[in-house]
């Protein structure tokens, strides 16, 4: 499995990135997928969450009407539109599949998303 985040940056609060996930070595189409993030010196927490076809989506209540994920099983990536962004919003950034045997060395690197004035 290979997850490889992209998109992240420095973005004043009120701005907007959209964070992009390229995914390889398993069938993507088969598999929910969501965005993780984990802050500074707190516990990785679940952002958004997509089904398989992308029909059903879930959000945690903080970035919900802010936060939009996607995918397109076509070109195995999966998406996290971010508006609206708050300096609460800083964190790397990752994506998941759900559902597979998942230890820590399996996590890709991430993206950073720094939310300052």
């Known amino acids: 499995v290979q997850l490889v985040e992209s998109g992240g940056g420095l973005v004043q609060p009120g701005g907007s990135l959209r964070l992009s996930c390229a995914a390889s070595?398993?069938?993507?189409?088969?598999?929910?997928m969501s965005w993780y993030r984990q802050a500074p010196g707190k516990e990785r927490e679940l952002v958004a969450m997509?089904?398989?076809?992308?029909?059903?989506?879930n959000y945690r209540d903080s970035v919900k009407g802010r936060f939009t994920i996607s995918r397109d099983n076509a070109k195995n990536s999966v998406s996290l539109q971010m508006n609206s962004l708050k300096p609460e919003d800083t964190a790397v950034y990752y994506c998941?599949?759900?559902?597979?045997?998942?230890?820590?060395?399996?996590w890709g690197q991430g993206t950073q998303v720094t939310v300052s004035s």
């Open positions: 997509i089904s398989t076809a992308g029909g059903n989506t």
């Open positions: 070595g398993f069938t993507f189409r088969r598999y929910s």
């Open positions: 998941k599949p759900e559902g597979m045997n998942w230890g820590p060395d399996d």
